[in-house]
């Protein structure tokens, strides 16, 4: 059984910076695997933010992403993190993990993934 755990929300101010990491379980091959984050917030659709490569030479941003957040993977571990600064209000959110089998990026596309987590609540507020 294929498990995302995603971990690291939490409440933060703004300009300030967070760090989320998602640990999978049951995947025969973790690095078989584009890794992504997803986001979504109150009212709104999940949006995507940032996915890496199964190699983690490849990174494809998002426009709310870029020059702020980045992420990275431990093939070894099993496990990708979302480093993220400068955040703002609107980065408030439940930020979810996903796995997609596909092999090339970009994958920006709720149904390019296979497997999803149940996500950590970032919220950014003074």
């Known amino acids: 059984q294929v498990q995302l755990l995603e971990s690291g929300g939490g409440l933060v101010q703004p300009g300030g910076s967070l760090t989320l990491s998602c640990s999978a379980s049951?995947?025969?091959?973790?690095?078989?695997?584009?890794m992504g984050w997803f986001r979504q917030a109150p009212g709104a659709d999940r949006e995507f933010v940032i996915a890496?490569?199964?190699?983690?030479?490849?990174?494809d941003y998002s426009n709310s992403a870029k020059g702020r957040f980045t992420i990275s993977r431990d093939n070894a571990k099993n496990t990708v993190t979302l480093h993220m600064n400068s955040l703002k209000p609107e980065d408030t959110a439940v930020y979810y993990c996903?796995?997609?089998?596909?092999?090339?990026?970009?994958?920006?596309?709720?149904?390019?993934?296979?497997?999803w987590g149940q996500g950590t609540q970032v919220t950014v507020s003074l």
């Open positions: 049951g995947l025969t091959y973790f690095n078989a695997y584009i």
């Open positions: 890496l490569s199964r190699s983690g030479g490849g990174i």
């Open positions: 996903g796995a997609s089998g596909a092999t090339s990026l970009p994958r920006r596309r709720l149904d390019d993934y296979d497997y």
